[in-house]
């Protein structure tokens, strides 16, 4: 391998380099007697918490009822 076809095949490597996202998810079910402290609430839900890593971002994504 020549000094030249090296260089072409580190180059071609590095520019070909997978791309690996950072997520971070959390999920929650919401009720009366999971909070702190444990109430009688009939209020119900859901929670999906996002957080990408690279961008900096977070999605939150909530249902809920009885509130």
């Known amino acids: 391998m020549t000094a030249r076809s090296f ?3 580190v180059i071609v490597l590095g520019v070909a380099t997978p ?3 950072h997520h ?3 999920t929650a079910n919401l009720t009366g007697p999971a909070e702190s ?3 009688d609430s009939p209020g119900l839900g859901h929670v999906v918490v ?3 890593l690279d961008l900096g971002t977070m999605e939150v994504e909530t249902t809920f ?3």
């Open 24 to 26: 971070v998810r959390y």
């Open 50 to 52: 996002t957080l990408d």
């Open 7 to 9: 260089l072409a095949a």
């Open 19 to 21: 791309a690996f996202s």
């Open 37 to 39: 402290p444990a109430n």
């Open 65 to 67: 009822s009885g509130l």
